[in-house]
């Protein structure tokens, strides 16, 4: 397994990634009208015109997972804050440690640059919320109401580092 920097070759298959790990993480949580309503063509799409920093975890020459990370976007944080924006992993590599080795790799590479991480998650989403929890990070008590199909609440939660 190799932890290494997005390469542009690798776009369609971060959207890929990340149009599945939509679909399987957040079934039971976002309706499934809304879930249908996704296609890997809009992922794809999307990726190409994303440009922040991205990191990919590659097993056998293929692309599993992936995290992208930036200045945190929130007006109330300090300019020393940077966010995780994604991670997604694909469903089968899941509970293998991945996700860990995804984000120390990201803190690795904002520490120099940040003192603070922050990220957003579904709070109905609690595997997710665990794993966060489990990396440091704890909820500020800052959240925002998000309509994907109904009406679901995000919560931020922050990390020093």
């Not at 997005?6 to 149009?19: F, R």
């Not at 944080?77 to 924006?85: A, L, P, R, V």
């Not at 929890?133 to 109401?145: A, C, I, N, S």
Request: with cysteine; aromatic share 10%.
């Amino acid at each position: 397994m190799i932890i290494r920097n997005k390469k542009e070759s690798d776009i369609e298959s971060i959207a890929k990634v990340h149009y599945e790990s939509w679909v399987t993480t957040y079934k039971g949580i976002v309706p499934d009208s809304y879930l249908d309503s996704l296609s890997l063509e809009s992922y794809i799409e999307k990726h190409h015109m994303f440009n922040a920093p991205c990191i990919v975890a590659e097993v056998d020459g293929k692309v599993v997972g992936f995290l992208m990370y930036s200045k945190d976007k929130d007006e109330d944080t300090s300019n020393k804050c940077g966010e995780i924006m994604v991670i997604y992993l694909l469903q089968e590599y899941q509970h293998k440690g991945i996700g860990t080795l995804l984000m120390n790799e990201a803190e690795k590479r904002m520490k120099s640059e940040f003192d603070q991480l922050s990220l957003w998650v579904l709070e109905d989403n609690i595997p997710t919320v665990k794993f966060y929890e489990k990396m440091g990070f704890e909820k500020d008590g800052k959240y925002e109401l998000e309509e994907i199909g109904n009406v679901l609440r995000e919560t931020r939660m922050i990390k020093n580092i």
